[in-house]
C-alpha cells in the first residue's frame, strides 16, 4: 500500500475528513504513461494561471451576475489592487506552483512538506481558510488537523 493511500485511510478511520468513503477511493488510479510528461504539466500550469488571472476580478459572483454585467469575458478586467487590465494570478496558483515544486523536490506528495512550504512565504489574496490552516499548523497542530471546516475552495487547497 502506498503511503498516501495509508494516509488517506487514516483519515478516513479516524473521521478526521467529512466526507462520505465510496467505492472511487477503492480503485487506484491507471498509471500514467510512460515518457515524459513536463510538456504537459507546463501547459496545465500555464492553463490554471491564464485561467486563474482571467476569473480572478470575478471569482465572487454567480454566474448570472457576471454574465448580466461583463458578457463574455474575453480580456482581463480591472483588477482591484493594480487598478488596470491586466492579468494577475491569486492565491490558488501561487499554492498550486508552491504545491509543484515541492513535490518535484521531494520526488512525490509529501502532506508536511507542502504545508510547511506553504507557510514560508507571504501568499497574495489569501482566504480566511487558508490563513487559519496557516495559523494552526504554526502553532504545532499537525497538518492533518490544520484546517477548518469550510465549503469554500480554500479547503481544497
Given at each position: ?66 454574465r448580466n454585467r461583463f458578457g463574455e469575458i474575453r480580456d482581463y478586467l480591472p483588477n482591484r489592487y493594480a487598478g488596470e487590465c491586466r492579468g494577475y ?69
Amino acid at each position: 500500500m502506498s503511503i498516501n493511500r495509508k494516509i488517506l485511510e487514516n483519515l478516513f478511520s479516524a473521521k478526521a475528513i467529512n466526507l462520505r468513503k465510496s467505492s472511487l477511493f477503492d480503485t487506484p488510479p491507471d498509471p500514467l504513461p510512460a515518457g515524459p510528461l513536463f510538456d504537459r504539466i507546463e501547459g496545465m500550469m500555464l492553463g490554471l494561471a491564464a485561467g486563474d488571472a482571467l476569473g480572478i476580478t470575478t471569482e465572487a459572483m454567480l454566474p448570472a451576475e457576471r454574465r448580466n454585467r461583463f458578457g463574455e469575458i474575453r480580456d482581463y478586467l480591472p483588477n482591484r489592487y493594480a487598478g488596470e487590465c491586466r492579468g494577475y494570478p491569486s492565491d490558488d496558483t501561487q499554492l498550486a506552483f508552491w504545491t509543484l515544486e515541492q513535490m518535484i523536490e521531494d520526488n512525490g506528495f509529501v502532506p508536511e512538506h507542502a504545508a510547511a512550504r506553504f507557510c514560508r512565504g507571504k501568499i497574495f489574496g489569501i482566504g480566511s481558510t487558508v490563513r487559519q490552516f496557516i495559523a494552526n499548523y504554526r502553532q504545532g497542530t499537525p497538518w492533518q488537523k490544520c484546517g477548518p471546516e469550510s465549503a469554500g475552495n480554500g479547503a481544497l487547497m
